[in-house]
């Protein structure tokens, strides 16, 4: 099954950019407001652990029990992976990354600014102002770095633009049983907006809308919940077992598909306000109930036999609400099954026997 749609990679992506004299910044995970550095000419480009970074060098720097992802990030942006962008965006979605960020700024010399950005936990009136108060606070210093002020015409469409490319994530995510590819191939795809900018990305999933079939993928609905899908190996795995993944809910992707911006007057209140209405997250403390909800819906939406919890190794946040999470699933009948790896790492042998059980019981 392929879909014969070309992905531009990522240093490509970022030579393209400079061609035209743009700027780059290097994005770690999780929240934060695309269509603000669309506007200054800035590619975000997202750090979610490259796998192929060396670990001893953010080892030096970390503890050993930190989450993978700020490890692996940290491991590659020392080892010169990062060298290419002009800033650091650090949002402060967790205690680790709030860490990763103090690091950066204040610990590992560069000559290269790091911003972070403080998230609020509730969806109140004065939360929304809070975070629209941070992007301002963001957007004055992207300003020094790009030379650009725009304006208040150019930062509606830069949201209306990156509406739009959510928009299309979403239909992707909606029809994806019916789109003519793997698990890896739809996840390549939808994960390629952690770098293209909006109107390539939309362009591409209109592409692979178009070659939408009239019946569904055949195999064992799963729906997969966590941070991010890598190792990508699962998706394999999955493929291989005759699963199908029908819906997820990854920090990476699920959760981030963000509802329209509203009609505020000003423009970094529609972004705080997008921001701030997201789907249910443990690292913006929404509560159990929500997040729960939130999966029970998506499984009875996709009729999924089960959900698989992937998890990169030591999240915190994610593993806080695990155990509600599965007895909430459990109580409405649906099984579930939770792995546990370092995105750096290979699937070990014996975790995949064990996947292949759980699917086996669904079956």
Not at 137 to 163: D, F, R, W, Y
Request: hydrophobic share 40%; charged share 25%; proline share 7%.
């Amino acid at each position: 099954m392929t879909l014969n749609i070309k992905i531009p990679g990522r240093m490509h992506t970022i030579a393209a950019h400079r061609e035209n004299s743009g700027l780059v910044a290097a994005v770690f995970p999780i929240h934060y407001p695309r269509a603000l550095f669309r506007a200054h000419g800035i590619l975000p480009v997202e750090v979610w652990g490259p796998p192929i970074a060396d670990k001893t060098l953010g080892d030096s720097h970390l503890q050993a029990y930190t989450c993978s992802i700020a490890r692996l990030g940290l491991s590659y942006l020392m080892g010169g992976g990062l060298d290419v962008a002009d800033m650091f965006v650090v949002p402060h979605c967790c205690d680790t990354l709030q860490g990763l960020g103090s690091l950066i700024r204040d610990f590992i010399p560069r000559d290269k600014p790091c911003f972070t950005l403080y998230l609020p936990r509730e969806k109140r009136d004065a939360d929304i102002a809070f975070f629209a108060e941070e992007l301002s606070t963001v957007a004055a210093e992207l300003q020094g770095m790009s030379n650009k002020a725009p304006t208040h015409e150019a930062l509606i469409e830069a949201i209306e633009t990156e509406a739009r490319a959510t928009a299309a994530a979403d239909q992707l995510m909606k029809r994806r049983l019916y789109l003519p590819c793997t698990n890896r191939a739809f996840y390549e795809l939808v994960r390629s907006r952690e770098y293209l900018p909006a109107e390539q990305f939309t362009s591409l999933a209109n592409q692979a809308l178009a070659a939408v079939e009239d019946r569904e993928k055949q195999g064992l609905k799963i729906v997969l919940s966590g941070v991010v899908p890598e190792p990508m190996d699962l998706l394999d795995v999955l493929e291989d077992m005759g699963a199908v993944v029908v819906a997820d809910d990854f920090l990476s992707t699920g959760r981030r598909l963000y509802p329209p911006p509203g009609r505020h007057a000003d423009p970094l209140t529609r972004m705080a306000e997008s921001v701030v209405n997201g789907p249910p997250d443990a690292t913006r403390g929404c509560s159990f109930d929500d997040r729960l909800a939130h999966l029970l819906g998506l499984v009875q939406e996709s009729g999924a036999a089960g959900v698989i919890f992937y998890h990169a190794k030591f999240c915190e946040p994610e593993q806080f609400y695990l155990p509600a999470l599965k007895k909430g699933l459990e109580a409405a009948g649906i099984p579930s099954y939770r792995v546990e790896q370092d995105i750096g790492d290979a699937l070990p042998g014996q975790m995949v026997t064990r996947l292949e059980a759980f699917l086996e019981m669904l079956s």
